[in-house]
C-alpha cells in the first residue's frame, strides 16, 4: 500500500531570545494541532509543497524565512489505517513581528515553548522531533 505523502514546515521565532513553535489548530476533524503541512501533490517535490503549505496556511513565504534544509525529520503515522508519512524542516522567522494569516483550514494559531509545543501536539512521535529541533533551534542564532 503506498503511504499518504505530507510535508511542512516547523517554524520557530525568538522572542527576548526564547523560542517559540509556531502551531496551528485544524477547522475540521479533532481540531488537532500542528505545525503548517499539508498533502504532496502529484509531481510535486516534499520540499515544494512544505513552502506552498506553509503559504497557503500561514501566509508566510520563502522570504519571511530562514529554512534549514540541512534540519528534518520524518514523520511515520497511520491515518485510517493507512500509513502516512510527514516530512519536516525547521525554519525560523525572520521578523518576530511578521503576521500570520490562517487559511480556512485552521481556526487557531500559537506560538509555543518546547513543552507547551508537545503538550498541545499530543503525539508522542511530534514531540520527539520538537524536541530535537529545539536543540538545534538553540544553537541557532536568536
Ligand atoms: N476529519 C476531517 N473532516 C473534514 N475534513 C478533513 C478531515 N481531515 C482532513 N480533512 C480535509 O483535508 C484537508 C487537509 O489537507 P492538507 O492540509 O493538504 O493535509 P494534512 O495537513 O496532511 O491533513 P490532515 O489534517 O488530515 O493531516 P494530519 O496528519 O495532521 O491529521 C490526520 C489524522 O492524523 C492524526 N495525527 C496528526 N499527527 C499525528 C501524529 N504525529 N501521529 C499520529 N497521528 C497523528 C490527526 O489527529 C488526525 O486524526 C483539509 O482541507 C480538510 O478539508
Not at 509545543?117 to 529541533?133: N, R, V
Request: aromatic share 8%.
Amino acid at each position: 500500500m503506498s503511504a499518504k505523502r505530507a510535508a511542512g514546515l516547523v517554524i520557530f521565532r525568538c522572542v527576548n531570545q526564547a523560542i517559540e513553535f509556531l502551531m496551528l489548530q485544524t477547522s475540521y476533524g479533532e481540531h488537532h494541532w500542528t505545525p503548517p503541512k499539508g498533502h504532496v501533490d502529484p509531481g510535486e517535490s516534499d520540499w515544494v509543497t512544505a513552502l506552498r503549505e506553509t503559504k497557503e496556511e500561514a501566509g508566510l513565504s520563502e522570504e519571511d524565512l530562514e529554512v534549514y534544509k540541512d534540519v528534518s525529520k520524518v514523520l511515520n503515522y497511520n491515518v485510517n489505517n493507512k500509513p502516512k508519512v510527514v516530512v519536516y524542516w525547521l525554519a525560523k522567522l525572520k521578523n518576530p513581528e511578521t503576521k500570520v494569516q490562517l487559511s480556512d483550514e485552521h481556526q487557531d494559531l500559537k506560538w509555543l515553548p518546547l513543552k507547551e509545543a508537545q503538550d498541545i501536539s499530543g503525539y508522542d512521535d511530534m514531540k520527539e522531533l520538537l524536541l530535537e529541533f529545539n536543540e538545534k533551534a538553540k544553537k541557532l542564532s536568536c
